[in-house]
T-cell receptor, first 113, second 113 residues
Framework: GDSVTQMEGPVTLSEEAFLTINCTYT??????LFWYVQYPGEGLQLLLK?????DKGSNKGFEATYRKETTSFHLEKGSVQVSDSAVYFC????????????FGSGTQLTVLP | DGGITQSPKYLFRKEGQNVTLSCEQN?????MYWYRQDPGQGLRLIYY???????QKGDIAEGYSVSREKKESFPLTVTSAQKNPTAFYLC????????????FGEGSRLTVL
């Protein structure tokens, strides 16, 4: 069945470090892919998305490229800030679903000043 | 401002008691969802509703119940039959055309004493 696998956290970085959070998926066909972010004490919000192979989603300095050949959608940022500390979720639209997403387990990121 | 409002933010319950979590949206969205979030397990779907007076079970519906009498409202009842109800509960909604973007409330944290 459909599934999303994220690198396990927590991840701790110093400010201005480079960030990569790995995400791979298993699905029938080529689903749309998403990264959501959850700041402390809040709900999730959409960070970026890609709807087809080789698309690059970007927002707030974060990027992720839809790689069909490796079934991956890794999240990257060149220089993280303390304000980026949050939990990041990779997600995809379920195959044949009635408007449902499959979420990864989430990766906690802490950025130290 | 449009959005999703969940209440209460924090709730304590004794074992054997039912409790109802409120979710209200003023986004004019058709579909609404309830997720449960546990540390390290990502988001798991409890129930979802596509339209008023209709709802479907998600992956972990046992011990929960919902109603959808109004488009704006989708309350979740955690019954005494739920074996491990302590968790963070998130409500979400999306519009008629599903692009994969869910709009989340800020969540309700339920603790069973």
């Amino acid at each position: 069945g459909d599934s999303v696998t994220q690198m396990e956290g927590p991840v701790t970085l110093s400010e201005e470090a480079f960030l990569t959070i790995n995400c791979t998926y298993t699905a029938t066909g080529y689903p749309s892919l998403f990264w959501y972010v959850q700041y402390p004490g809040e709900g999730l919000q959409l960070l970026l998305k890609a709807t087809k192979a080789d698309d690059k989603g970007s927002n707030k300095g974060f990027e992720a490229t839809y790689r069909k050949e490796t079934t991956s959608f890794h999240l990257e940022k060149g220089s993280v800030q303390v304000s980026d500390s949050a939990v990041y979720f990779c997600a995809m639209i379920q195959s044949g679903s009635a408007r449902q997403l499959t979420f990864g387990s989430g990766t906690q990121l802490t950025v130290l000043p | 401002d449009g959005g999703i409002t969940q209440s209460p933010k924090y709730l304590f319950r004794k074992e054997g008691q039912n409790v109802t979590l409120s979710c209200e949206q003023n986004l004019n969205h058709d579909a609404m969802y309830w997720y449960r979030q546990d540390p390290g397990q990502g988001l798991r779907l409890i129930y979802y509703s596509q339209i008023v007076n209709d709802f479907q079970k998600g992956d972990i519906a046992e011990g929960y119940s919902v109603s959808r009498e109004k488009k704006e409202s989708f309350p979740l009842t955690v019954t005494s039959a739920q074996k491990n109800p302590t968790a963070f509960y998130l409500c979400a909604s999306t519009g008629t055309v599903f692009t994969g973007e869910l709009f989340f409330g800020e969540g309700s944290r339920l603790t069973v004493l």
